[in-house]
């Protein structure tokens, strides 16, 4: 072996230790990355809450002298459960004259369609405790309840038509805020046919 020949092999060594077996970067996140990753994920999900206004339907009220507002211990838990509705009287006014009537708290409502109530989005089993996310994502997309195959439609005044022509990605941070929010275990009442 000539001398050039000696210099050289532990020079192509070298050059292929540092090409090929230096630590790959994974496509795997680290911990820190996915917590960062995730804490990010939540706060776009809390700023597009706010920008698609989901608390003016899902968030309770408290009337007070300025009117209505949002009751926050009760925030995004849907239309309590004992809170009446009484629409006696008023099913002509709405399929007669295509009007919807709100309850007090603005979380109930009648229509041509029948009563709705606003849903209870807390990470509670009475809320989206259990969901998964390709169920919110369905839900939103197709507009079912629950994003179960066979489901009943969501029902006005939910924008399910418009809000789901957010990204993938945006209908992610949404779930994945509302799973952050605290749980509030409060079950909606069904809707009702006129």
Known sequence: ????????????????????????????????QANLSREAQVQRGEYLAGFAMCDDCHTPKIMTEHGPQFDMSRRFSGHPAG?????????????????????????????PWGVSYAANLTPDDTGIGNWTEAQFIKAIREGKSKGMDGARPLLPPMPWEVVRNMSDEDLKALFAYFKSVKPIQNVVPNPKSL
């Open 1 to 32: 072996m000539s001398a050039k020949a000696f210099l050289v092999f532990p020079l192509m060594a070298a050059i292929f230790w540092l090409s090929n077996c230096q630590q790959q970067p994974s496509d795997k996140p680290t911990t820190a």
């Open 83 to 111: 809170e009446p509705f009484d629409t006696t009287g008023m099913k002509d006014l709405v399929t007669t004259r295509f009007v919807a009537v709100f309850s007090s708290g603005l979380t109930a409502y009648l229509g």
